[in-house]
């Protein structure tokens, strides 16, 4: 038997009905589609950046050969070997060990050098392994908030590791903070930096992120005179944990910043940084330190705030005290007075006075009133 219906087009064709041999494929697909598991989403690729190569290039004699676009670095790697006085420069962000074998593999990396870049997360320091030397630095940037709280995110932090090898240097980065590509953009413009080799990349890394401490030092300074005012005012709020949790903040701040000085004078001592490129690292250390005074500072000035704020808490608890214990003592006037009259004798001088009640009442107003005069000049209320 044939039935009708009617095309997209509005014309109508010809049906046939399904026949009685295809019920059982039809009742097998039915049923596929009921037990087929469902699929659970696994997890999202690396979206537009799989190799995790930010970028990659290759210098010689302080420019940067083949223009803006970034080469692969296998064939970086090959160019930067056959020519003397050339090196390349690969900046990673967030690798994961599978993207780092075959980065190793080319360039020779060892296995701890590799395990190392991709974990992330160490404190500062500088590591020598055959002739590459791991370079670690801390990310900082300050989060602008409108006002701080308890749970306000004052200094995030990230890591930076720098691989210097004799003809190479790896950067890897963890976390959003401190990005690169403005490093690149001003090392590329000042080739007599970049003539020094790998280790101007090392040097223009570890620039930035002294100026970066410096410019959240700058931050947090605001921060703290905002504190600082809110803490002497007239008027202020029994509310301090916002201070503790900056105090949090510093701590992090500080192992970011205070580490770092006993590598540079590391790479200063040794003899694998170029001679060209130590009066740069010089005004680097000398800037960290710098950076290093303030944040010692802000941590003593922190402790202040706080050793005040808990002293102002302290002593509005003692007033408040006083003033509960002045007014306990007025009230213990008129208690005693209805106290004693409140007896039960037959005999009680003044019971059957005719006039003994409002003198009660006079008695412990007077008294009452002397009390709180003595204690209101006495300062306690």
Same mark, same amino acid.
């Given at each position: 038997?044939?039935?009708?219906?009617?095309?997209?087009?509005?014309?109508?064709?010809?049906?046939?009905?399904?026949? /009685?041999? #295809?019920?059982?494929?039809?009742?097998?697909? &039915?049923?596929?589609?009921?037990?087929? *598991?469902?699929? !659970?989403?696994?997890?999202?690729?690396?979206?537009?950046?799989? #190799?995790?190569?930010?970028?990659?290039?290759?210098?010689?004699?302080?420019?940067?050969?083949?223009?803006?676009? *970034?080469?692969?670095?296998?064939?970086?790697?090959?160019?930067?070997?056959?020519?003397?006085?050339?090196?390349? +420069?690969?900046?990673?962000?967030?690798?994961? /060990?599978?993207?780092?074998? *075959?980065?190793?593999?080319?360039?020779?990396?060892?296995?701890?050098?590799?395990?190392?870049? =991709?974990?992330?997360?160490?404190?500062?320091?500088?590591?020598?392994?055959?002739?590459?030397?791991?370079?670690?630095?801390?990310?900082?940037?300050?989060?602008?908030?409108?006002? &701080?709280?308890?749970? @306000?995110?004052? =200094?995030?932090?990230?890591? =930076?590791?720098?691989? !210097?090898?004799?003809?190479?240097?790896?950067?890897?980065?963890?976390? *959003? %903070?401190?990005?690169?590509?403005?490093?690149?953009?001003?090392?590329?413009?000042?080739?007599? =930096?970049?003539?020094?080799?790998?280790?101007?990349?090392?040097?223009?890394?570890? @620039?930035?992120?002294?100026?970066?401490?410096?410019? %959240?030092?700058?931050?947090?300074?605001?921060?703290?005179?905002?504190?600082?005012?809110?803490?002497?005012?007239?008027?202020?709020?029994?509310?301090?944990?916002?201070?503790?949790?900056?105090?949090?903040?510093?701590?992090?701040?500080?192992?970011?910043?205070?580490? &770092?000085?006993?590598?540079?004078?590391?790479?200063?001592?040794?003899?694998? /940084?170029?001679?060209?490129?130590?009066?740069? /690292?010089?005004?680097?250390?000398?800037?960290?330190?710098?950076?290093? #005074?303030?944040?010692?500072?802000?941590?003593?000035?922190?402790?202040? $705030?706080?050793?005040?704020? &808990?002293?102002?808490? @302290?002593?509005?608890?003692?007033?408040?005290?006083?003033?509960?214990?002045? +007014?306990?003592? $007025?009230?213990?006037?008129?208690?005693?007075?209805?106290?004693?009259?409140?007896?039960?004798?037959?005999?009680?001088?003044?019971?059957?006075?005719?006039?003994?009640?409002?003198?009660?009442?006079?008695?412990?107003?007077?008294?009452?009133?002397? %009390?709180?005069?003595?204690?209101?000049?006495?300062? +306690?209320?």
């Amino acid at each position: 038997m044939l039935g009708r219906s009617d095309d997209s087009a509005g014309r109508r064709r010809l049906v046939r009905p399904p026949r /009685l041999g #295809d019920l059982p494929h039809a009742i097998g697909r &039915l049923l596929s589609g009921i037990t087929r *598991p469902v699929a !659970v989403a696994g997890p999202v690729p690396r979206g537009g950046n799989p #190799d995790a190569v930010v970028d990659c290039a290759v210098y010689a004699n302080g420019l940067r050969r083949g223009g803006s676009a *970034p080469v692969s670095y296998p064939e970086a790697a090959r160019q930067a070997r056959r020519r003397r006085g050339t090196f390349l +420069w690969l900046g990673l962000h967030e690798p994961d /060990l599978a993207t780092m074998r *075959p980065v190793a593999e080319v360039f020779g990396l060892h296995e701890l050098l590799v395990e190392q870049a =991709v974990a992330g997360g160490h404190r500062p320091g500088v590591q020598t392994l055959g002739d590459v030397t791991r370079l670690v630095l801390r990310t900082a940037r300050y989060v602008e908030h409108d006002r &701080l709280t308890a749970t @306000s995110e004052v =200094v995030e932090t990230g890591d =930076v590791t720098v691989l !210097v090898g004799p003809w190479f240097a790896i950067t890897v980065r963890h976390g *959003p %903070v401190g990005p690169l590509w403005a490093v690149r953009k001003e090392l590329e413009a000042r080739p007599e =930096v970049l003539r020094q080799g790998p280790w101007s990349v090392a040097y223009a890394v570890g @620039s930035r992120m002294v100026d970066s401490y410096l410019d %959240v030092a700058e931050h947090v300074e605001r921060d703290l005179e905002r504190i600082e005012e809110e803490t002497f005012a007239s008027e202020r709020t029994g509310e301090f944990a916002h201070i503790y949790q900056l105090k949090r903040e510093m701590v992090e701040f500080k192992r970011a910043v205070l580490p &770092l000085a006993e590598p540079l004078t590391r790479l200063l001592e040794s003899r694998v /940084l170029p001679p060209g490129l130590r009066p740069y /690292l010089e005004d680097v250390r000398g800037r960290l330190g710098r950076a290093a #005074d303030r944040v010692g500072g802000f941590d003593d000035l922190v402790n202040s $705030i706080l050793q005040a704020r &808990l002293a102002q808490v @302290s002593v509005d608890q003692n007033h408040d005290m006083r003033k509960i214990a002045a +007014w306990a003592a $007025i009230a213990a006037v008129p208690t005693v007075i209805a106290g004693v009259f409140g007896m039960n004798f037959d005999v009680m001088p003044g019971t059957g006075a005719t006039y003994g009640f409002y003198v009660s009442i006079a008695a412990m107003l007077l008294i009452g009133g002397g %009390v709180y005069h003595r204690l209101k000049k006495s300062g +306690w209320l």
